[in-house]
């Protein structure tokens, strides 16, 4: 989503370099302009867009951390008590 997120942003932003409502990059450096000021907007953009798919994803990280604890502490305890 991310990546889909900055292609989007390259797209636009090259769109307004090509009408000249952006200034142009210096030289043959239209492209490398272009990609450098897509990453500086698509960071905040991706950040604020994408929340909500990235609290889904920190929980499911929390919850698969937390089932690996409790089988870890059940290994433990199962040799602790041999």
Partial sequence: ?????????FAVLYG????????????DSNVL???LLSIVVSAPLSF??????RDAMSQQ???KVGS???????????????
């Fill in 16 to 27: 307004l370099v090509y009408y000249g409502l952006i200034p142009r990059g210096l030289g």
């Fill in 33 to 35: 302009w272009v990609l």
């Fill in 68 to 82: 690996a604890k409790a089988r870890l502490e059940a290994n433990r305890s199962q040799e602790d008590g041999v």
């Fill in 61 to 63: 990280i929390v919850e």
């Fill in 48 to 53: 604020v867009l994408l929340r909500r798919q």
């Fill in 1 to 9: 989503m991310r990546i889909g997120v900055f292609a989007g942003c």
